[in-house]
């Protein structure tokens, strides 16, 4: 049996991402996987990265809003989001962000596999056909049993839309770790996602747990960012 620690959509929130890692010690993992959206939303895209970047037993993939940012660094122009408060948080992550940090994003792809006991894992920020495409757990369920026919892959592990769900369907597991760093649903604790492989059996769970939300918002505080975000950690409601 392997444990695989799935986590994604951290958004830059390294007190979240700590707290996970105080909670279940990642070194007990035989693989930690990332579904990518590193950065932007929070100040600590530094952090966040230089923890990846550093270890050895990794699978991460780049998120849409890490593509945007390597975007701007690339000296493009950022289209979307066209909101003003959004576009601020992009532009300051990219000043922030580190030299070996941006190369370490550049390097990773933007979707990977991986077999685990013979168990074909496909990893996606998005889905197997579209990163940006977002697969909340109530799309209607031709979605989800087109994704299972078309794909090979037993299971899809994927983040985007910031719910944490599982579900089976047409024999294929479904696996969406919920967001470590910027939650939507009104429970600003972190989320993750254990996942138990064997050659016979698919174990996932799921876990929300506290952590110093304050430590991001004095952050955001200091640095003169919008208000607006403040409150989306205290109420880890999106608002905007
Ligand atoms: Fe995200």
Redesign the pocket.
């Known amino acids: 049996m392997e444990k695989l620690l799935v986590l994604?959509?951290i958004?830059a929130n390294w007190p979240a991402l700590k707290a996970i890692f105080d909670y279940i010690r990642p070194e007990r993992f035989d693989g930690i996987i990332n579904t990518?959206?590193f950065t932007v939303y929070s100040t600590f895209p530094n952090e966040t990265v230089d923890w990846f970047r550093k270890q050895q037993k990794t699978l991460c993939i780049l998120?849409?809003?890490d593509l945007r940012l390597l975007n701007i660094l690339a000296g493009k122009k950022l289209k979307k989001p066209r909101k003003e408060e959004k576009r601020v948080m992009y532009f300051w992550t990219a000043d922030h962000l580190s030299n070996k940090n941006h190369l370490f994003l550049k390097s990773l792809p933007n979707k990977m596999e991986c077999v685990i006991k013979n168990i074909r894992i496909g990893i996606f920020h998005g889905t197997f056909d579209d990163p940006e495409e977002t697969l909340y757990p109530d799309v209607p369920i031709n979605r989800f049993r087109e994704l299972a026919a078309n794909a090979p892959y037993q299971v899809h592990i994927m983040?985007?839309s910031?719910i944490p769900y599982y579900k089976k369907v047409g024999g294929v597991h479904f696996v969406n770790p919920g967001?470590v760093g910027?939650m939507y649903d009104g429970d600003p604790r972190t989320s993750f996602a254990i996942i138990k492989v064997s050659s016979k059996r698919i174990a996932v769970e799921h876990f929300r747990i506290p952590y110093p939300v304050r430590k991001v918002t004095a952050s955001l505080e200091k640095h003169g960012l919008p208000t607006i975000y403040k409150r989306m950690y205290e109420i880890g409601k999106k608002l905007n």
């Open positions: 994604g959509d958004h990518g959206d998120g849409n809003t983040g985007h910031h967001s910027r």
